[in-house]
């Protein structure tokens, strides 16, 4: 615990000088725009309360925070939508699902935990919208549903599932993990801002750049290697490789849910504003690092 407390409080005092240099820039220099940067900050703010949450409160607290949190983040998907009245009935059921996944955390039901969205939600999601719904349509719908549980709920409620899968060191591990995407996801968005040249996908995040992930990827290795040992009970080379899959997972979920907004939000950017301060913005790494990290882990390791 005592470990937890210091990683915490040294992350604190990091976001506080960050966000001091914020406000000193955006004085100090007026013509500028530093409204991305701010946005990136609030998201950092964001990852440290669900630190928090997850790591300083009983399981079940963390359980219900994420579970909420998958709740907007969904709720935040459904919007950027352009759904018709015969879709309405197939966001319910998705809704529903939510409280029945974590609820499989709560009791430790792992085989179903890991097979319910994938393989029961998938199979019986289509009945509401094909039932007097006729077929227009239908393949949309219910794909663009099932992506929406996959990385907000499924993906999403493994980062719930640690405290429960090893109580002795679950909290570690999830200070670990999302520690390392949030060093991940700064460095990234820094070095795109100073060196990027190269933009991955320009159309939808112009923050992705090459020069961004090969600066990014060195340096979550490295932050990996060197508090893996006091929050973490892996071994020197999983240490390392940890932090190799951190950094390329979370760039994969980042570059992955920026090309899925820009998709579903073409030809309304007044909703693509509002919706780039929201929770989707908060949790796209974890959706891919929460889930990679978890059953690489399990897959290895006997503790989990």
């Given amino acids: 615990m005592s470990s937890l407390l210091i990683t915490l409080v040294v992350i604190f005092i990091s976001l506080t000088a960050i966000h001091s240099i914020y406000y000193g820039l955006r004085r100090s220099q007026p013509d500028k725009d530093y409204s991305a940067f701010g946005v990136r900050l609030r998201t950092w703010w964001g990852m440290f309360l669900i630190l928090c949450l997850a790591t300083l409160f009983n399981p079940v607290v963390s359980l219900l925070a994420i579970m909420i949190l998958s709740f907007f983040a969904l709720k935040e998907y459904f919007a950027m939508i352009r759904s018709r009245k015969a ?8 809704y529903l699902t939510i409280p029945v996944q974590f609820y499989w955390i709560y009791i430790e039901w792992y085989g179903m935990f890991i097979i319910f969205i994938p393989v029961y939600v998938f199979l019986l999601l289509p009945l509401p919208r094909m039932i007097n719904k006729g077929t227009v349509g239908f393949l949309r719908s219910v794909s663009r549903v099932q992506w929406g549980l996959m990385l907000m709920v499924f993906g999403l409620s493994h980062l719930a599932y640690y405290p429960f899968a090893t109580p002795k060191y679950g909290a570690g591990l ?22 990027g040249k190269h933009k991955i996908v320009p159309t939808a995040n112009p923050s992705l ?79 891919y690092t929460s889930p990679v990290l978890f059953h690489v882990i399990r897959y290895f390791f006997d503790f989990m």
Avoid: C
């Fill in 209 to 287: 750049t090459w020069e961004g992930f090969a600066f990014a990827f060195p340096v979550t290795t490295a932050v990996s290697y060197l508090i893996y040992p006091y929050l973490t009970p892996l071994d020197p080379a999983f240490g390392l490789f940890s932090g190799m899959l951190i950094s390329l997972s979370g760039f994969f979920g980042s570059l992955t849910v920026s090309v899925l907004k820009r998709d579903l939000l073409i030809g309304d950017d007044d909703k693509s504003q509002t919706l780039n301060k929201g929770y989707l913005s908060l949790v796209d790494t974890l959706t």
């Fill in 87 to 94: 879709d309405r009935r197939l966001f319910l059921w998705a």
């Fill in 174 to 195: 999830v200070l670990f993990l999302v520690v390392l995407t949030t060093l991940n996801d700064i460095v990234h968005y820094v070095a795109s801002l100073y060196f």
